[in-house]
């Protein structure tokens, strides 16, 4: 059962930007034991090294800023804050400041994800899945999601054309061995083969974006003059095909067996 607390100092950090929270609302302390996580949690992982800094705090200064819940059947739903009530159970503590609110599964998810997303505590692909799922589960447009967050609609939706990035790569913008400006250059690419490819490279090298580009550039000539031998190759009866770039210009080189082929050729020109 909660039990009535005071009011924490610094609460108002934890609900800035987020609607329908004040500091009217009750503050009570609630047994860990009754509290479970959040389904619509967008952060997939802590860092552990960062709980133990926060369990050694709370464990010297207590814990300032109470999470948020919700109640169902019996239980408190974490709604934001489950970071510090992890850090909390590390801490030994056998209770938590918190607050109730009436919220639905829609509400609840918008405010872990806007927590979240404003202590920069989400990495680029955990942030689009919140995205997805705000779009895909409750029915929120790209627009809706982007007022919501405090950010326009284009950084929402680069964000999501992240996860059309193959695994590997994903994998490796969650760990940060690559960045979001990287896996944007990586998407320019058509092959994801060539993208997982690039990806590792970028990690290997430690390339800039700059550089990334650059790669993707050279990499998508690449592509294109592939393309233009194996389009020749399936109209032309040639022994030989040979194109090459230099200074932003093709050169197109022919080897024909005979007279006859060429004659050919020039009458599927003309």
Do not use: C, W
């Not at 109470?66 to 992890?86: H, K, T």
């Not at 909390?88 to 927590?115: F, M, N, T, V, Y």
């Not at 409750?138 to 609609?153: C, L, M, N, P, S």
């Amino acid at each position: 059962m909660p039990k009535k607390g005071g009011l924490g100092r610094g609460i108002e950090a934890i609900f800035e930007g987020i609607e329908d929270i004040d500091n009217s609302d009750r503050i009570v302390a609630l047994e860990l034991d009754t509290i479970k996580p959040n389904p619509f949690q967008p952060r997939e992982s802590f860092d552990d090294r960062d709980l133990e800094e926060l369990a050694e705090s709370i464990k010297q200064k207590g814990l300032i800023q109470p999470i948020i819940v919700r109640e169902i059947d019996g239980e408190y739903e974490i709604v934001a804050g489950e970071r510090r009530f992890l850090a909390a159970k590390l801490a030994g503590l056998s209770s938590i400041p918190a607050i109730i609110k009436q919220l639905s599964d829609k509400e609840s998810a918008e405010i872990a994800l806007i927590e979240n997303v404003q202590r920069k505590d989400l990495n680029p692909v955990e942030e689009a899945l919140a995205y997805k799922r705000l779009i895909e589960t409750f029915g929120y447009t790209q627009e809706e999601v982007a007022q919501k967050i405090g950010k326009d609609r284009a950084t929402i939706a680069n964000s999501l054309r992240l996860l059309k990035l193959p695994e590997p790569v994903l994998n490796m913008l969650k760990k940060g061995e690559i960045s979001a400006g990287h896996a944007r250059a990586i998407l320019s690419l058509k092959n994801q083969n060539k993208q997982v490819e690039l990806a590792n490279r970028i990690k290997e090298k430690k390339l800039s974006v700059r550089e990334a580009e650059k790669e993707v550039y050279l990499t998508s000539q690449d592509e294109f003059i592939l393309e233009i031998k194996n389009r020749l190759k399936s109209t032309l009866s040639v022994s030989k095909i040979s194109v090459s770039l230099k200074n932003g210009k093709y050169k197109l080189e022919l080897v024909f067996d005979n007279k006859e082929v060429v004659e050919d050729f020039l009458r599927r020109m003309s």
